[in-house]
C-alpha cells in the first residue's frame, strides 16, 4: 500500500513539473510567434518602401504619420545589442528572412517538445488511472 501511495506521489510530482513545463514552452512558443510576425511586418515594410513614394511611419502605440523616406535603398538593421549596420534594401530582407528561418526552426523545436511532453502527461495519466 506505501508503495503504490509513494509511486502515485512521484507520478504527480512527474506530472505537476510537466505542466510546468509545458505552460513555459506554450508561452516561449507565444514569443517565437510574435517575433515571426514582427519580421514578416517588417519584410513587408522593406518591400513597401521600395515600392513607393509614401508610407506611414508608427510614432507610438497606433499612431502614424504620413511620410518620404529619403534613402529607399538602404535600411539599417540591428545585429544585436542594438547596433546597427547598414545595408541595401534588398540584403536588409535577405537578413531578415535568415532570422525568420531561424524563429520558425525554434517554433518547429517547440511545437515537437510540446507534443512529447503531451505524449507524456497521457502515459502518467493511464499510469495513475492503473493505480487507482
Keep these: 500500500m506505501a508503495d503504490k501511495q509513494q509511486e502515485m506521489e512521484e507520478i504527480m510530482n512527474n506530472y505537476k513539473m510537466l505542466e510546468t513545463r509545458l505552460d513555459t514552452l506554450a508561452k516561449q512558443r507565444e514569443v517565437v510567434a510574435t517575433n515571426i510576425a514582427e519580421i514578416r511586418a517588417t519584410i513587408d515594410s522593406i518591400t513597401e518602401i521600395e515600392n513607393s513614394n509614401e508610407m506611414l511611419f508608427a510614432i507610438g502605440r497606433g499612431a502614424f504619420?504620413?511620410?518620404?523616406?529619403?534613402?529607399?535603398?538602404?535600411?539599417?538593421?540591428?545585429?544585436?545589442?542594438?547596433?546597427?549596420?547598414e545595408k541595401s534594401a534588398e540584403d536588409g530582407k535577405k537578413s531578415m528572412e535568415a532570422r525568420q528561418q531561424e524563429f520558425e526552426k525554434v517554433f518547429g523545436q517547440i511545437e515537437k517538445e510540446m507534443i512529447n511532453i503531451s505524449s507524456l502527461l497521457e502515459q502518467l495519466n493511464l499510469k495513475m488511472q492503473t493505480l487507482l
Design 65 to 85: 504619420v504620413k511620410g518620404r523616406t529619403l534613402d529607399k535603398k538602404n535600411v539599417l538593421v540591428n545585429i544585436g545589442a542594438e547596433v546597427f549596420i
